[in-house]
Structures are given as structure tokens and as C-alpha cells.
Nanobody, 126 residues
Framework: QVQLVESGGGLVQAGGSLRLSCAAS????????MGWFRQAPGKERELVVA??????????YYADPVKGRFAISRDNAKNTMYLQMNSLKPEDTAVYYC?????????????????WGQGTQVTVSS
């Protein structure tokens, strides 16, 4: 069974850093587009960063609120994707989800993704 499992969430003070991991099992995701999303209480799930693949390499799209602070990466040998989050703010507090789609092209909408992890809570205190 194909699964995505997030880890690395927690409680951090504003200005701090966290690194989230998303481990994929049951399938090799080296040629799949992936993304990180987040959902705060009472709000819709929103894109954090999307990653797509082309013949020229990986392409990324960062949502404006996280540009310059967050960075996506992946280790295909480990079948794992990461989200490095720096300079965290209280408004970054949310459940963070990783997602994958069975295509290589980047997608910004959560409806374009086929597979989701269970989510990991990130709480940033002021």
C-alpha cells in the first residue's frame, strides 16, 4: 500500500526553525510532482510549496507568505521529501500535509493531488 508519512512538527518560538519530512513507501516518487500544504483551524487547506519535474530539472513554486523562509528538497534515494522552515511566525501555525500526484507537472491546487499524508502539527508561539 502506498503511503506518505510526515514527521518533524512540533512547538517552536517565533523566529525558530523546523524541518518537516515526508517519507514515501510502496512506490518510488522520484518522477512524481509533490507539494506541501497547510491547514489552520477554520481555514481552507492552502498551498505552501509545489514541486514539479521536467527534463531541465525540478521546478518549485512557493506561496507568497513563505517565500524566502521555507525551502523544499527531496532525497530520491531515501524516497523522502523535506520542508525546511526558518524564521517561523505565529501565522505559520497549522497542520502541514505532504502530497503527491501521479504526474510530473507541478500543481497548485490540492484537488490535483492523489495521495496525502496524515499531517503533522506545527505550532509557533509568539
Amino acid at each position: 500500500q502506498v503511503q506518505l508519512v510526515e514527521s518533524g512538527g512540533g512547538l517552536v518560538q517565533a523566529g525558530g526553525s523546523l524541518r518537516l519530512s515526508c517519507a514515501a513507501s510502496g512506490r518510488t516518487f522520484g518522477s512524481y510532482a509533490m507539494g506541501w500544504f497547510r491547514q489552520a483551524p477554520g481555514k481552507e487547506r492552502e498551498l505552501v510549496v509545489a514541486l514539479g519535474i521536467s527534463r531541465t530539472g525540478d521546478h518549485t513554486y512557493y506561496a507568497d507568505p513563505v517565500k524566502g523562509r521555507f525551502a523544499i528538497s527531496r532525497d530520491n534515494a531515501k524516497n523522502t521529501m523535506y520542508l525546511q522552515m526558518n524564521s517561523l511566525k505565529p501565522e505559520d501555525t497549522a497542520v502541514y500535509y505532504c502530497a503527491a500526484r501521479a504526474l510530473a507537472t507541478m500543481a497548485l491546487s490540492p484537488t490535483a493531488y492523489d495521495l496525502w499524508g496524515q499531517g503533522t502539527q506545527v505550532t509557533v508561539s509568539s
